[in-house]
């Protein structure tokens, strides 16, 4: 006689599998870090009816290109009995075996951790708010962020919990700020974009320039050069390719969306503004040659700039002590304003001519929606190989490296200003170096900031969207880059 089953034990294998691995995985996280917490109660379908953990933080998009070289990073400050303020994680993704895949590869040569893994969707706002509900602080990893982020912030920002991504998109930082600011700040979320090489370095390289110019000295000007070197050969993010073809696609609605915006506070800097200068310059003191470079960072610097004036001695943290308020403030004050420009640099002028012909191709082709498709179907080829859809290999991204030298151009004495002497006296040249971009340095920074986030809350500001440099600079984020092999020197004052 055939037994007949009861209808809900009619899963297919797959669906067994799924719930399975949300289950066994929800169960570890309740053994393994040793808190009182509530195990999930799951439905048919395997959503997650009520939290069971707040995790320190949560990665999410962690099988990504870069998503999964940030867990690689995360695990080795991923101690629960340590003095490492990350005690609890969870990766958090469309597809869960991804997930588990991305965890190996990132543990690798040792076991994967047991660490949980939540589905989250980022085309599914339930999946997301119940996600946020769950952390401290959001990692996002999920790009174009000008097509993905969005919800993932106001998730964060109506749970109240704090967000940090790598995004290096002026225009999704300046809609959101222009959108979720006010909220964030009334529900004590803290909202942070560009946390990674984009615009870390050169937030922090600004002001590691500006701080060497002592009063009565000061800057008019900073010119920062990026150098992109390797061994083998440079290969881009696919991400940052696939946004800058989209960046060129919407920049005239940026344009219209910056005139209804009021106008920001503006720096009070010594001296006349800089000339346009050539094209293409040959920078001698550093020995490279250089072309503008349409990044986010000089848009990200010149925000920190324009908060700093409004807030001169720093934003104030959520409890800070007295200590920590004169130590703040002492900081800021020796941070001098400057004209702030990016280019990209290559030791030779042939070097030059590739990337301005790569520009022309994206600044061209992204036009249109068919000359995007071209462009995002192609990419090895209109990049000039610079740029392919499996990324970068391992020892592509062990070879390569980063110089960013910042030029600055000043006054030995502000006095002589009122003198009629208009014209910078001064230079002094500083550099950051690092490992490769998108997926060494961009961890580093970010797993940085987020343990300033875990251990340091109270000296930060209750909520709001804002820069990395307004919320970091006065940290001790420069001594920790450098602990964790990104360098700042001093070159040469002339």
């Known amino acids: 006689m055939k037994r007949v089953m009861p209808k809900y034990f009619n899963l297919n294998i797959q669906r067994s599998k799924q719930m399975f691995l949300l289950f066994s995985t929800k169960l570890e996280s309740h053994f393994f870090y040793g808190r009182k917490s509530q195990i999930f109660k799951t439905n048919m379908e395997g959503e997650e009816q009520s939290p069971k953990i707040i995790y320190d933080i949560i990665i999410l998009g962690a099988s990504g290109f870069t998503g999964k070289y940030v867990v690689r990073e995360a695990l080795k400050f991923f101690d629960a009995s340590s003095s490492s303020p990350l005690k609890t994680l969870a990766l958090a993704g469309r597809n869960p075996s991804k997930l588990a895949q991305a965890l190996e590869w990132a543990a690798h040569p040792n076991p994967p951790p047991a660490i949980p893994i939540l589905t989250a969707d980022t085309t599914d706002p339930p999946s997301l708010r119940r ?26 920002v109506e749970s109240g919990c704090d967000y940090l991504d790598i995004c290096g998109e002026p225009e999704f930082m300046e809609r959101m700020e222009a959108a979720y600011h006010e909220k964030a700040s009334e529900k004590g979320s803290l909202v942070v974009s560009a946390c990674g090489f984009d615009s870390v370095p050169a ?31 440079v290969v881009g993010n696919m991400g940052t390719y696939e946004s800058a073809v989209l960046g060129v696609a919407n920049a005239g609605k940026l344009q219209e969306f910056r005139r209804s915006r009021p106008r920001r ?27 503008k470079l349409p990044s986010a960072d000089s848009i990200v610097v010149r925000r920190t700039l324009s908060i700093l004036t409004e807030n001169p001695r720093g934003l104030p943290g959520v409890n800070e002590s007295s200590e920590q308020i004169a130590k703040k403030e002492a900081f800021w004050s020796t941070v001098k304003p400057a004209h702030f420009g990016v280019k990209i640099s290559s030791k030779s002028l042939l070097g030059i001519f590739r990337i301005i012909t790569v520009g022309i191709f994206i600044g061209v082709f992204g036009i249109t929606a068919f000359g995007r498709w071209l462009l995002l179907k192609f990419p090895s080829v209109f990049s000039l190989g610079w740029f392919r859809k499996k990324g970068p290999s391992e020892d592509e991204v062990r070879s390569a490296s980063f110089k960013m030298w ?9 006095r002589l200003l009122s003198e009629g002497n208009m014209k910078p006296d001064s230079e002094i040249i500083t550099r950051v170096m690092g490992p490769e971009i998108g997926y060494l340095t961009t961890p580093i920074i970010l797993l940085q900031c987020t343990l300033i986030v875990l251990s340091q809350r109270d000296n930060l500001p209750k909520g709001g969207v804002f820069p990395p440099g307004i919320v970091f600079g006065h940290t001790d984020l420069q001594q920790r880059l450098q602990e964790n092999g990104i360098s700042f020197d001093v070159v040469s004052r002339n």
């Open 406 to 414: 910042f030029v600055g151009h000043g006054f030995s004495d502000c």
């Open 131 to 156: 996600l946020c509900s769950q952390a401290r602080l959001i990692l996002n990893c999920v790009g174009p962020f000008r097509l993905y982020g969005e919800p993932v912030v106001a998730a964060c």
């Open 265 to 291: 506070a503006r720096p009070v800097i010594p001296g006349p503004p800089p000339p346009k200068g050539p094209t293409i310059e040959h920078q001698k003191q550093i020995g490279v040659w250089a072309v």
């Open 203 to 233: 937030e922090l390289g600004l002001m590691f320039n500006s701080r060497q110019w002592v009063s009565p000295a000061a800057p008019n000007r900073v010119e920062a050069y990026v150098s992109l070197e390797s061994e083998k050969r």
